[in-house]
C-alpha cells in the first residue's frame, strides 16, 4: 500500500464530502437492517438451543378430544420397564394469567426434597434454604417474572386465583438464574402440592411424563414403543421439538424476506447511482492520465476511495445494529418473531456475535458495492485526456 495514493484517495474523499457522505450513510443504514435482522434471528436461535438442550429426550402426553390432557402418574413404572430408559418422571405444569400485566407465567410443581433438585435450586438460588419453607406456601420465580411481579407492587408475595375463584397467597422464596432468559423470564416453580392446588390436578394424574433414554440412537425406537404401549398418548422426542423450531424460524425468517428485498433494490439503486461518474471526477481522471498515471493505477485509486467508504459504512451499520438489538432490545424485529400474541414477560436478548455472520454481511456488501466502481472508471481511463479535460 502506498501511503501517498492513500493519502490522495482521503483527500478525493473529501472533495466529495457531500456524497460521499450521503452514500455511505444509505448503505451504513441498509447493513444495519440486514445486520439487525441476522443478529436477533441469531441471538433467538441460541436461546432456543440452549433450551433444547435441557429438555428430556421424551415428552409423553395423553390427549383427550384431540388436546392434551391430563395422563395417569402410573404409567411412569410400565414406562422405565421399556428396555433402553434410563428413568421416566411425571410433572406437574401448566400456564397462569396475570391479568394486571397481560402476560402468562408458567407454574412447575417440584420435589424440592429430591437431592437432584435441592443440588441444582442451591446453584442457582443463593442463601436458600429449604427447609425453613416446609410449612408455608412459597414459590421461586424467574427474573422475568421478579421484575413484572415488582412493577405491579408485588415485593414479598403474590395472590393467586384458584380454579373456584378463592384467593391464594404464596411467598416470593427467592429468584433463580436460568440457563436462559428464556426459561427464566416466564418460570415459577412450586412444591408439587401447591401445584397441584393452582393447577387444579388431582394426586395420581400429571400434566406429562418425561423420559431419559441411554442411547441417544434408541430414543426413536422407544418412543415408538411408547406409542404402541399407550395409543392415546402423543410422543415427542427432543428432535421432533428441535425440528418443529427450526422450521418456526424459516417461517418467521420469511417475513423478512420483503424487507430484505426492499433494501437489496435499494442498495443495487444506490450502486447504479454510484456507478455514474460526475464530470469533475472525469476531468480528474483525465488530469491523472495527462499526468502519466497507467490505468490500473487509477482503477487502483478509484477502488480505494469506494473501499474506504464502503469499510466505513459497513463499521458504522455493524454499530448501528448491535445498539440496536442488544441495547435497545430490537424493536418491532422481536415482536415479528414472537407475534403479536406473545403473552409472556419481556426477555432480554442475550449478546451473542457471531463473527461469521458478520463476515457474511461484509461479503455480501463491501465486494459488491467496491465493483460497481470498477467500468465506470476503466472507461472513463480510456477516454482520450484531451477530450476528458475539454
Known amino acids: 500500500m502506498n501511503p501517498k495514493l492513500l493519502t490522495f484517495a482521503l483527500e478525493a474523499i473529501g472533495r466529495r464530502g457531500g456524497k460521499n457522505a450521503a452514500v455511505g450513510i444509505i448503505f451504513a443504514l441498509l447493513v444495519a437492517l440486514l445486520a439487525s435482522v441476522l443478529l436477533t434471528s441469531r441471538s ?3 436461546e432456543v438451543e440452549k433450551t433444547l438442550s435441557a429438555l428430556p429426550d421424551i415428552t409423553v402426553q395423553k390427549l383427550q378430544g384431540g388436546r392434551q390432557g391430563l395422563i395417569e402418574s402410573d404409567r411412569v413404572y410400565a414406562i422405565e420397564t421399556i428396555p433402553g430408559v434410563t428413568w421416566a418422571r411425571e410433572r406437574v405444569w401448566g400456564y397462569y394469567y396475570f391479568q394486571n400485566a397481560g402476560v402468562n407465567f408458567t407454574l412447575v410443581g417440584l420435589d424440592f426434597f429430591l437431592p437432584a433438585y435441592e443440588e441444582s435450586l442451591n446453584a442457582a438460588i443463593r442463601n436458600f434454604d429449604i427447609a425453613t419453607w416446609m410449612d408455608r406456601d412459597f414459590m421461586i420465580v424467574g427474573e422475568g417474572v421478579e421484575r413484572t411481579l415488582h412493577a405491579n407492587y408485588y415485593k414479598e408475595y403474590f395472590n393467586f386465583i384458584l380454579p373456584d375463584g378463592a384467593m391464594k397467597k404464596v411467598e416470593l422464596a427467592g429468584t433463580f438464574a436460568a440457563g436462559t432468559a428464556l426459561q427464566s423470564s416466564d418460570t415459577i416453580l412450586l412444591p408439587v402440592t401447591l401445584a397441584r392446588t393452582l393447577l387444579n390436578a388431582p394426586e395420581g394424574l400429571a400434566t406429562d411424563i418425561t423420559v431419559a433414554v441411554a442411547n441417544p440412537e434408541e430414543v426413536a425406537m422407544v418412543a415408538t414403543k411408547i406409542s404402541r404401549l399407550y395409543p392415546d398418548t402423543r410422543v415427542i422426542t427432543k428432535t421432533d421439538l428441535a425440528g418443529s423450531y427450526q422450521n418456526l424460524f424459516d417461517y418467521k425468517g420469511g417475513l423478512f424476506l420483503s424487507l430484505f428485498i426492499t433494501a437489496l433494490a435499494s442498495f443495487f439503486i444506490l450502486l447504479l447511482d454510484k456507478s455514474g461518474m460526475g464530470l469533475a471526477e472525469r476531468r480528474e481522471i483525465g488530469i491523472l492520465r495527462a499526468l502519466g498515471w497507467r ?17 466505513t459504512a459497513y463499521l458504522l451499520g455493524i ?3 448491535l445498539g440496536y438489538v442488544f441495547m435497545l432490545q430490537a424493536p418491532g424485529i422481536v415482536a415479528l418473531f414472537e407475534g403479536y400474541s406473545v403473552l409472556k414477560p419481556a426477555f432480554e436478548l442475550p449478546v451473542v456475535i457471531d463473527l461469521s455472520l458478520l463476515g457474511l454481511i461484509f461479503l455480501a456488501t463491501v465486494p459488491l458495492y467496491m465493483a460497481a466502481v470498477i467500468f465506470p ?3 472513463a481511463a480510456t477516454i482520450d485526456a484531451d477530450e476528458v479535460m475539454r
Open 295 to 311: 490505468m490500473e493505477e487509477v482503477i487502483r485509486l478509484k477502488l480505494l476511495e469506494s473501499g474506504i467508504v464502503a469499510f
Open 319 to 321: 454499530f448501528i445494529a
Open 44 to 46: 433467538l436461535q441460541s
Open 377 to 379: 472508471a476503466w472507461r
